[in-house]
């Protein structure tokens, strides 16, 4: 999974859409008008498919053995 990002046009800060997508699904959107609210400058702001970029969802590294607590948790004792 990833996310899609757009660029805002008022302070040039790259911003997260809030959508979660697959590289295939992005693949298959329609080029239409988008409504997003900018965290940065407050305005919303309209984007196309052509204007987002897809970043590939990464997952930071865990400190110690690298299995987060949640894995642990759910592994048992």
């Known amino acids: 999974m990833g996310i899609l990002k ?3 046009p008022e302070t040039g800060r790259e911003v997260s859409t809030g959508i979660e997508i697959d590289p295939q699904s992005f693949a298959s959107l ?3 008008l988008t409504l997003s609210t900018c965290p940065f ?10 204007d987002a970029r897809f970043i ?11 299995v987060s ?8 004792p």
């Open 6 to 8: 757009v660029r805002c």
């Open 41 to 50: 400058c407050g305005l919303d702001h309209v984007w196309l498919k052509c």
């Open 69 to 76: 607590v949640a894995a642990k948790e759910m592994a048992g």
């Open 30 to 32: 329609p080029d239409k």
């Open 56 to 66: 590939e969802e990464q997952i930071p590294e865990l400190p110690g053995d690298g």
